[in-house]
């Protein structure tokens, strides 16, 4: 048994090329010894706190709460400096590079959020930062090409495939196998061979950690549901961590059901329950067909649009502890305006997929939802749709 | 020459060494394409030529869609491949032309669409296709065992890769686990040619091997086919170069019989 998890169930593993097997090695045991390492967690911890601003806040949505005809209660990760939870990751792995003696880092991004929380995190601890990102998001989420531009970091556009989140992804791990000896790649979720699960969540999981003692101590109990957008999933794993073990707490992850589940165009391997296969290094649930090649994915949010997902949650998925559902991209939008107009919030629209499943699914008692950004970035793209007489 | 129905793939990849040998070269020629580019019906023919203009076993690359070990050029094939209507159904009947011309085929697989058959039902597709032996780029040995054993069973030789950042306890573990041959990686990167080569794994690999090793990725002239046989390679494999011909040529069946003629020639004694 290694001291990090390579395997949940049967999802997980390493299914990548030999020349980055001994840095894997070389990265699980620099996160074995760091996660021990007293130092490391100071310094980690005062960045939270002061250069983030963690913890964030938890906030009871009152005209969302009424409009739903239950409590919602928000984690409020879009208020983090860079605007989501993708910092929290970003910063730790940074740190571990800088541990390891590595100067170089390689991201992907989809949404942008972890391209500028990696561009940061870099700026901050004086590190080289190569950001791969398909044009397709390029166009969709320009204001944080600009920022990461601004920040220091190379933005390489990625032309193949759909031009999306996948093909960044694979981008990225084709530069670390090229430059492995100096060069760390900070993998934006809890996806991708082992130990990246994991050491993501563990970064992650002071989401839940927070969010957990906020609600006990603002409602005096705990949440009925639990509740995260997923795209690669790192939002959720980082909320539901600390909830796994309150067996009445239901845990509900929310994929991208961009056109409709009936259709190819959506984001939703979870959900879909297909059979599942090997993407970007790991077997957990993925979107294939009958050959084994992976299909592209469709969501309007670009965070979401990813065929495949962390092999922690089709393990909990598998288990019964988490279920997860999908939401189209015409209710994330609705929930997007709705959330802007009710609580003055502008969601990110990752994020408006969570909020659009808590208001849409019955009474519970206590929702407790990841708001995990901020929709600035969106912008341009829903405002369009959004237009009386545009295609939606 | 024994036929394919009465010997096994490993035994076909050993004899395919051995001949190479005999017939005085100093390592066997091993080129890459990919199936189904740039069309299903051009990479038959491509196939067949490789068979006749000298190479002594070949890789068929199964094309996927998301293939992390390799480079522009053969990632871009794929992508053609795949968008003209290559399946692995498809690819892997190429295999049975070349194996008819008494030259084993290694089948280059990406791990999914290997699971999405199924380790048994993959195996022996590979084997009523006339393979010999598979090679899973993404398959490290942490990974391997089961579909070794599945392999194994069918007389199939599943192939590990070593890197040139491959340490040497690992080296050896995964030589110790080698079928056929093993394949070691030349560069630090992913698949595509390369100005310069440093072939120094090779020695280390034998070191640490009972079966040939062979050398990929990043050869692409016949000089450098020539200096990895100096530094011991068993087989020399040849892909982007190759891969490339076949997509720019006018006349891609003529382009990449002459390079295999090229690189034959600069592998003789
Ligand atoms: C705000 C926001 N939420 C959610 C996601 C989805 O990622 P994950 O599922 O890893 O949380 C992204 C990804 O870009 C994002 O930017």
Sequence with gaps: MSAVRHRFGRYGGQYVPETLMPALAELEAAWVQARDDPAFHSELDALLADYVGRPSPLYRAPRLSEAAGHPIYLKREDLNHTGAHKINNALGQALLARRMGKRRIVAETGAGQHGVAAATACALLDLECVVYMGTEDIRRQKPNVERMGLLGARVEPVEAGARTLKEAVSAAIRDWVANVQSTHYIIGSCVGPAPYPELVRDLQRVIGDEARAQVLEHAGRLPERVIACVGGGSNAIGLFTAFVEDEAVQLVGVEAAGEGLDTPRHGAPLTEAGLPGVLHGAFTAIMQDEDGQILEAHSISAGLDYPGTGPEHAWLRDSGRARYVAVTDEQALKAFERTARLEGIIPALESAHAIAWAIDSGFSELDLICLSGRGDKDLAEALALLTPGSAI | ?269
């Design chain 2, 1 to 269: 020459m024994a036929s394919a129905s009465t010997t096994t793939g490993v035994e076909r990849i050993a004899e395919a060494f051995a001949r190479a040998r005999s017939d005085g070269r100093r390592a066997a020629l091993m080129p890459y394409m990919m199936g189904g580019f740039p069309s299903v019906e051009l990479s038959r023919e491509i196939a067949v030529a490789y068979a006749h203009s000298g190479a002594d076993l070949v890789e068929l690359g199964i094309p996927f869609s998301d293939p992390l070990a390799d480079g522009p050029v053969i990632h871009a094939a794929a992508t053609a491949a795949l968008r003209a209507g290559a399946t692995v159904e498809r690819v892997l009947e190429l295999a049975g032309a070349i194996a008819e011309n008494d030259v084993p085929v290694i089948v280059m697989c990406y791990s999914n669409p290997v699971l999405a058959r199924g380790y048994e039902r993959f195996a022996a597709a590979l084997v009523r296709a006339g393979a010999s032996g598979l090679i899973v780029p993404d398959l490290p040995m942490e990974e391997a065992s089961e579909l070794r054993s599945v392999c194994d069973r069918h007389g199939l030789a599943l192939v590990p890769l070593v890197a040139p950042t491959t340490p040497l306890e690992r080296l050896a573990q995964i030589g110790a686990t080698a079928r056929g041959f093993l394949y070691a990686v030349a560069v630090t990167g992913t698949t595509g040619e390369r100005a310069e080569l440093d072939p120094a794994l090779v020695a280390r690999a034998a070191a640490h091997a009972s079966v040939p090793v062979a050398l990929g990725f990043g050869i692409a002239t016949a000089s450098q086919a020539s200096a990895a046989a100096d530094a011991g390679a068993d087989g020399v494999i040849i892909g982007s170069r190759l891969v490339r011909a076949a997509g720019e040529a006018d006349d891609p069946v003529a382009a990449v019989s002459e390079l295999i003629s090229e690189y034959a020639g600069a592998l003789r004694d």
